[in-house]
């Protein structure tokens, strides 16, 4: 902790703009105490989720409200614009690529935050907080109607931001708040992308339809909840992941909060009658944590170049961990000697690798986004960009939404919805305000197959490593590629410096159907 | 919550002074927000006890620093200064006792904070969060050299913030830090009350040494963790504790944390070797948390009238709960009858009310303070206060406090210690920077003997009910007495109020001496 930023920010620059290296640290220094804040927040959050007594609600949202302002005030500081206009005027420094990052990307957050009036950010705080609370009361019972005006209100507030933040050029006010969670990323963009992997997705889905499915009937295969849970535990430590600088607790919800340097927790939410019910939820949240804990945030806590690339990116880290690692054959292979050793039932015993393979990988359309495979995911999360734009634009109300869910999941899936829980008040992120979050889901699915392209590439013999539990390899490719960088490249210019190229469509058409097919025994 | 302070509020005074009444609302803004940022400090406490993972703490120490440094600022804003004045200036505002009474709090609270630089309100909290990270490494390893240098500089940031707040007239620096935890109460008032206390406790337990102690044989039964767990959450909530309100958890160190409004946290330590292992802790932590539970924080959150009216007091309450009903025959005779329901072994079938209670109240001195019993317990505190008040005086260096510490247990107690865990590693607050602190242990015991004896005066039905496990009455008449006025009146007025008269040591005594001599079966 508290370690200078660079050797030479103790340097004076000349000639009538005195100061400027002075004027980074100063940056530097109020980004570290945001960054505090911030991490304070995460805190507020994850404890809601795992230990708040439900009395606590309405203190947690007004704590949740006070530390975002504060996070606003710092990030809207007038000196805080004097600090970036003198460091953007030192040559020097804007030479070095790492400070140059650092203020660009602080530069662009200061402009975003100006515009974000203080008490529409504190009231969108406050009101998510509260709105959660009621969505998992509505939840509970079961009553979109409940949930309606709280929903109807961060629609409202979220409408409000997008004006205030307003359209890029030649863009949409989505735009603005898809900017918080995918900077550079359009609209337009994830239309185009949307489109064309649904082209392949659609047809793809249709032909497993008309295939005989793999059997799934060891998956209940009873397991008690102790041993999952030691289980789970070892995977995520073999993965990598630092348990002496994280958690792993138990949560309705499985979650990864990054508290701050030291501090990463991840919950798992757990059936013990399904013998691998929380095991790829895991390896997703250790995804996410791995990031978190390869960011260099001990040093740089606060800085653009200790947080995380965008959201697409994170979730790229947990994709490829949960999909491609831990529903690929070669993992499979490890993961079943695992289990005959730590189950000892005849059961297990009799289960073969490709059983295995075969049966984590059906393909079954379902109400459920966070429990479906790897294939339909991405229409769910289709379907939740096309409403939320809906939202957004005001084409839609709050009391229309269930019914326009419903229409969708019929028409796309062939799903019918038949409870609220189990339709629009499936997810928590339009509850916590988050509108412009789901697109980078599937983004991040793309992201997971580019990489894991590149990844194939690098390290021939990355199939054999796993097979024998050796996850190294992997995260060491991903802690160089990804999480050393944080912030410094645009999601983008890091794709790019990553896999070759830019965003595409088709890594993830092409890894799904190649392996379905097989997977199905079609002819490819 | 945001319940408007009171129904004048809006009103406007004439004449030349404008506005008092928004002063007295923005007064209480303020004191809302320093609130909503300490209960957040308190929570990243309680965290940092149940959850925190240990590569979490230098983090920790960062976000507890800040939080400090924020409501620091808060607490001496030269505009809180102004708000102060123009209600002090308003007469039919002064006039009311509630809102006068958060004035004149409010104001004693600004004058001592603005004397307080803020670095080192800062340093004082960062320094105090590292400590306790190294006071726990040290224990660990039963190693005092390695924790005395973060020992004496705690003492060194507390002797600069005692003479930062100057000495009342005719004080000494140590009456600064007692002033934090005992409004009011002064080094030497101690003095007095605990030289009266020493010369009726000494003669005591010299003569129940002499005497055949009650066996204690039973103590060692085992119960397994999950139905010990079980029975103190019963127990609790037969108290009165609220648990949807509030959690049970585990922790190395029993504690209750009252993060805010509808969120108070209580800890127990198990040991499944001994029947009774946990409840009295949990009744103590409990007694804190029903005063928690019970100050008007909902409607005046950060308010000095939704505060404890002092430590002292608020240990008060849990004394109370531990040791006037947890050790006392009527309690004894309702826990035996539910614990026969729930072990159902026949040693505990076997044993009786007399031996349970007799058991309960043995006098042993030992080495360390939380495991004492009544009589001795008040001698390990005012071991302490000495030794706090010669570290902050400058006569003992934290390298001689360890033999200074054995010395006086071996003159004290006749207790030889053994090793440093035993000794002076054994508390965790001068770890935390806390001085001035130990003595409100002892005050706790004068006032809740005190309190115990208005009690039995006012309730004549009380061991009946107590017997019959029925403890809504006590609650009733603490909450009526004391928790609902909050700070509203200083430690001396409410301990008038709630008793008819001045604090004492002689309930105690009587106590004390009565109880102990007939479990010793003496003469009295």
Known sequence: MGTRPRPSSSRRAGAGAPGESEAYAGLLARAREAGLLASTGFLLAWDQEVAMPPAGAALRSEQAALLSALVHERRTAPDLGDALAACE????????????????????????????????VRETARAGALAVHHWRAAREVDDMTSFTPWLQRNVNLAREAAAALGAPPGGEPYDALLENHEPGMRAAEVDRLFGA???????????????????????????????????????????????D????????????VGVGPGDTRL????????????LHGTMHEAGHGLYEQGLPKAERLGQPLAR?????????????????????????????GELQRRVGSPEVAALDVDAVYRGLNVVRPGPIRVESDEATYNLHVMLR???????????????????????????????????????????I????????????????????????????????????????????????WLR?????????????????????????????????????????????
């Open 89 to 120: 005027a030192d040559a020097e420094l804007m030479a070095e690529g790492a400070a140059a990052a650092n203020v660009r990307s602080l530069r662009r957050e200061y402009d975003r935050a100006v515009l974000l009036p203080a008490p529409l």
């Open 197 to 243: 992997l649904r082209a392949g997705l659609v047809p793809l889905v249709g032909a497993l339809r008309e295939a005989a499915a793999p059997g799934t009937e060891w998956m209940g295969i009873r397991w008690p909840v102790e041993a999952q849970a030691a289980f789970n535990r070892a995977v995520a430590g073999r993965m990598g992941f630092d348990l």
């Open 245 to 256: 600088a994280g958690r792993l607790d138990v949560s309705t919800h499985p979650l990864c």
């Open 267 to 278: 919950t798992a939410r757990y059936d013990p009658a399904r013998l691998l019910g929380a």
């Open 308 to 336: 995380p690339a965008s959201t697409g990116f994170h979730e790229s880290q947990a994709r490829l961990w949960e999909n491609f690692v831990g529903r690929g054959r070669p993992f499979c292979a490890w993961m079943l």
């Open 385 to 427: 960009f096309d409403l939320e734009r809906a939202l957004l634009r005001g084409d839609l109300s709050a009391a229309d939404l269930a019914g326009a869910w419903n229409e969708r999941m019929r028409a796309d899936l062939g799903v019918t919805v038949s409870t609220a829980r189990e339709g629009a008040l499936q997810d």
């Open 429 to 476: 992120h339009w509850a916590m305000g988050s509108f412009g979050y789901f697109p980078t889901y599937t983004l991040g699915n793309l992201y997971a197959a580019q990489l894991w392209e590149s990844l194939g590439r690098a390290l021939p013999g990355m199939d054999a490593d796993l097979a024998r539990g050796e996850f190294g390899g992997v995260l060491n």
């Open 480 to 524: 160089a590629h990804v999480h050393a960088h944080g912030r410094r490249y645009s999601p983008p210019e890091l794709c790019a410096r990553a896999t070759g190229g830019p965003l595409s469509h088709e890594p993830l058409l092409r890894y799904l159907d190649t392996k379905l097919r097989a997977v199905y025994r079609l002819d490819t």
